[in-house]
């Protein structure tokens, strides 16, 4: 009952976040489409990356970067690289000049640029505190330009229909002078590698199946025939590029585990009684396309 008059309460806050901060960023900055500058506590901050498994070999972005909090904390504790763009150029500067203040301009900088004019080629993380209206906007953008297997992380605000991975909410009482909510939500993505489409799939020194895959987001559908047979997959999951999938088999049923490379796939599979392991491959033989509204 309480998470439900929260949530309801957050929704209330945000309408009337959404109404002033939209008067304030139409007074001050017409293409503040994002929404005002509104600095994510350093907690929140800390609890994104811990989230998202910040590693030194990250490329983070942030997208509307703001003082450049998130960036440079990525690099500072985490040693990780990458760079913020924000259409204010005084926080662009400010935020490059915290970068060598730091230490840390040799991995990160901040660039005056409109987010849907950033390039995520490099990133292998991307984080938003964006307005609901620039999340939806921005996800086909980062549906389709990052790599499978990237990780995105919101504070507050999420992507519609992309259903999060995860997600968790936590007390942060400072926020509450702030948009009259003393909590805060972080969602997680995991890119999904495209799998939609028909595809052989060859165990070696075994069997050979026709996998059919429907994909919506990182859900996936699918049917099996072999020899004629039809079969119905399980357990069918998409992490980034990790798919994972159960086919039933005379004697109990089979586990597929394996990585997706474009058109192809390859992993190991636990076959019912066998001993040990055996390698499995697939290609594609057909594309379809990924369901993403
Ligand atoms: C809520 S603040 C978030 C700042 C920072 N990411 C953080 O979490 O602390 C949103 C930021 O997005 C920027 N912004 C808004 N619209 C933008 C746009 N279209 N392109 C780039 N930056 C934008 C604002 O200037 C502001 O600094």
């Known amino acids: 009952m309480c998470s439900v008059?929260?949530?309801?309460?957050?929704?209330?806050?945000?309408?009337?976040?959404?109404?002033?901060?939209?008067?304030?960023?139409?007074?001050?900055?017409?293409?503040?489409?994002?929404?005002?500058?509104?600095?994510?506590p350093q907690v929140v901050v800390d609890q994104m990356l811990f989230m998202a498994g910040i590693k030194s070999s990250d490329y983070v972005i942030d997208l509307g970067s703001g003082d450049g909090v998130i960036v440079l904390t990525a690099a500072r504790l985490f040693k990780a690289s990458g760079m913020g763009v924000d259409i204010d150029p005084e926080l662009v500067k400010?935020?490059?000049?915290a970068a060598r203040k730091f230490g840390v301009?040799?991995?990160?900088?901040?660039?005056?640029?409109?987010?849907?004019?950033?390039?995520?080629?490099k990133a292998s993380v991307v984080t938003l505190y964006l307005l609901p209206g620039m999340m939806l906007s921005l996800r086909e953008k980062i549906f389709n330009e990052l790599k499978p297997g990237a990780r995105?992380?919101?504070?507050?605000y999420h992507?519609?229909?992309?259903?999060?991975?995860?997600?968790?909410?936590?007390?942060?009482?400072?926020k509450e002078a702030v948009n009259g909510v003393p909590m805060a939500t972080?969602?997680?993505?995991?890119?999904?590698?495209?799998?939609?489409?028909?595809?052989?799939?060859?165990?070696?020194?075994?069997?050979?199946?026709?996998?059919?895959?429907?994909?919506?987001?990182?859900?996936?559908?699918?049917?099996?025939?072999?020899?004629?047979?039809?079969l119905r997959p399980q357990y069918l999951t998409l992490r980034g590029d990790e798919f994972t999938f159960a086919l039933p088999d005379g004697k109990g049923s089979a586990s597929f585990t394996g990585r997706v490379k474009g058109g192809t796939m390859e992993g190991s599979v636990e076959l019912p009684g066998a001993k040990?392991?055996?390698?499995?491959?697939?290609?594609?033989?057909?594309?379809?396309?990924?369901?993403?509204?």
């Open 276 to 293: 040990s392991p055996a390698r499995w491959s697939a290609s594609r033989t057909a594309a379809a396309k990924v369901i993403t509204d």
């Open 5 to 40: 008059i929260g949530r309801i309460a957050r929704y209330f806050m945000l309408a009337v976040v959404l109404f002033i901060g939209g008067l304030a960023s139409h007074a001050a900055d017409d293409s503040k489409s994002g929404g005002p500058y509104v600095p994510t």
């Open 105 to 121: 301009a040799d991995r990160v900088h901040f660039l005056l640029q409109d987010v849907f004019k950033a390039d995520l080629s």
């Open 94 to 97: 400010l935020s490059n000049d």
């Open 159 to 174: 992507f519609g229909e992309w259903p999060p991975d995860d997600q968790m909410s936590f007390d942060v009482p400072e």
């Open 186 to 230: 972080i969602y997680l993505w995991r890119v999904p590698a495209r799998v939609a489409g028909k595809w052989q799939v060859r165990v070696a020194g075994g069997e050979t199946y026709e996998l059919t895959l429907k994909q919506r987001f990182q859900n996936v559908e699918g049917s099996v025939t072999t020899g004629g047979k039809a």
């Open 152 to 156: 995105v992380v919101s504070h507050d």
